[in-house]
């Protein structure tokens, strides 16, 4: 059984820090490219970051030089650490594979306000 189990958001303020993890588990992590994606309220989701098998890693054009994923095979971790966080970041944010299974976990809420 797939599960996929984000953990990490907040509420934080502009410029700030978060580092978000997912776990997964019921596929054999280390073969497969996973993602990050994110949905924001009112908006479709969307792409963030990737990091494909061999650890090659690609970024929105909106995250680039702010995000960095990363992952841990052996901890079926998968993760994204956010700087100088700004208020149209916020989102839900989830992992999964890329391409996607159709099973999506609960996400995670990112809030940047002051």
């Known amino acids: 059984q797939v599960q996929l189990v984000e953990s990490g958001g907040g509420l934080v303020k502009p410029g700030e820090s978060l580092r978000l993890s997912c776990v997964a588990s019921g596929f054999t992590f280390s073969t497969y490219n996973m993602r990050w994606y994110r949905q924001a309220p009112g908006k479709e989701r969307e792409s963030v970051a990737t990091?494909?098998?061999?650890?090659?890693?690609t970024y929105a054009d909106s995250v680039k030089g702010r995000f960095t994923i990363s992952r841990d095979n052996a901890k079926n971790t998968v993760y994204l650490q956010m700087n100088n966080l700004k208020p149209e970041d916020t989102a839900v944010y989830y992992c999964?594979?890329?391409?996607?299974?159709?099973?999506w976990g609960q996400g995670t809420q990112v809030t940047v306000s002051s």
């Open positions: 999964n594979r890329f391409p996607p299974l159709p099973y």
């Open positions: 990091i494909y098998t061999l650890t090659s890693t």
